[in-house]
């Protein structure tokens, strides 16, 4: 493999080695050492050798880890690595109107986009809908409290 993550017969990488470029660089970026990102996160630097060269899997709690530790939004280091050459995080759906700043609606910020690309790896229906109801019901105490604020 040749030094700018690309193999040499120039085809694309996978997502995971996509995802252990971004890691490499921004943990240089921040002059960490492989062992000091493997003691903030809690495996062995070998496991962040493995991560950073797309050969070991990463978990999203993984990921998350991996980003807390160093500095950045986890969606920084999906955003541009999906599979189907669009340039997005792939989350298994064509691209939608959502962040599109159409008449009546407002862009989506990075928190929403995240949201949305979470739930849409959801695959069980139930689940998603667990999501859902929850959601509706922390809404629902947020506007109950204000409505009491207001009194």
Known sequence: MRFSGIPAGGR????????????KQARKNLRLSQMALADRIGVSYQQVQKYERGSGRLSLFRLAQIADALGLPLLSLLAGVDDNGNGGVGVGEPESEYGHDLPGRHPVNREEAELLALFRRLECPDL?????LQLKGLVAIVAGSRRQERR
């Open 12 to 23: 694309s990488l996978g997502i995971d080695s996509k995802i252990g470029v971004r890691i």
């Open 128 to 132: 998603r809908a667990g999501v859902l």
